[in-house]
């Protein structure tokens, strides 16, 4: 069985940092990739970050480019998404979810609980 959760949210001001943090089980990194998404009321869920281990690959989305930075420790099959310099917009329920396969411009499969982030500024 495929679990993940997601934890690290928290209330922060404009311009600080946090990270959050998504741990798996039924599953290794290296053959599945691993996304961030996240979603704000009333606006639709939308891909922050991705990550597969199996070619080294990285996606970000423009709306967090130069701020976050997403990485992975395979020896604790935890993925980690750090976030710097958060602006209020990125207030949003973040989710982490995996892949069907090492793609993450494919579909995801599994789906881990949110964890809120709130910026204030």
């Known amino acids: 069985e495929v679990q993940l959760q997601a934890f690290g949210g928290g209330l922060v001001q404009a311009g600080e940092y946090l990270r959050l943090s998504c741990t798996a089980s039924g599953i290794t990194f290296d053959r599945y990739a691993i996304g961030w998404f996240r979603q704000a009321p009333g606006k639709e869920r939308e891909g922050v970050s991705a990550?597969?281990?199996?070619?080294?690959?990285?996606f970000y989305a423009d709306s967090v480019k130069g701020r976050f930075t997403i990485s992975s420790d395979e020896a604790k099959n935890t993925v980690h998404l750090q976030m710097a310099s958060l602006k209020p917009e990125d207030t949003a329920l973040y989710y982490c979810?995996?892949?069907?396969?090492?793609?993450?411009?494919?579909?995801?499969?599994?789906w881990g609980q949110g964890t809120q982030v709130t910026v204030s500024s």
């Open positions: 979810a995996s892949a069907i396969n090492s793609d993450y411009e494919g579909d995801f499969g599994f």
């Open positions: 990550i597969s281990e199996a070619d080294g690959s990285r």
